[in-house]
């Protein structure tokens, strides 16, 4: 069974960076969709609606959500099986659990392909 596991958040100062990594193991098109496929990262603030953070396709295009242009960068490393979340200038409304996956073809932000991983909290402080 696929299994992805998020790493790289913590507490960090508003205007600080960290970077978020992703790893997927126990299925082989988990990790095929790691290197080549298209992924996204998503996070569920406190209170707030589970949001569409940043997609890379397999081409290698991304998109962001509107709040985190410009200071957020997906991006993969093949050689690594890995995704990256690279946050910059964080903001205190940046808080939330992080999540990756796969979006599968189907309506709803929480349509993907994957189990969902465990998470990894994001806190930024003012």
């Known amino acids: 069974q696929a299994q992805l596991a998020e790493s790289g958040g913590g507490l960090v100062q508003a205007g600080g960076s960290l970077r978020l990594s992703c790893a997927a193991s126990?299925?082989?098109?988990?990790?095929?969709?790691?290197?080549?496929?298209?992924m996204s990262w998503y996070r569920q603030a406190p209170g707030k609606q589970f949001e569409l953070v940043a997609t890379?396709?397999?081409?290698?295009?991304?998109n962001y959500t509107d709040s985190v242009k410009g200071r957020f960068t997906i991006s993969r490393d093949n050689d690594k099986n890995a995704l990256y979340l690279q946050m910059d200038s964080l903001r205190p409304e940046d808080t939330a659990v992080y999540y990756c996956?796969?979006?599968?073809?189907?309506?709803?932000?929480?349509?993907?392909?994957?189990?969902w991983g465990q998470g990894t909290q994001v806190t930024v402080s003012s």
């Open positions: 996956n796969a979006p599968a073809n189907a309506p709803g932000v929480k349509s993907v392909r994957f189990p």
């Open positions: 126990g299925s082989i098109f988990s990790i095929v969709s790691i290197i080549i496929g298209t």
């Open positions: 890379i396709t397999s081409s290698g295009s991304t």
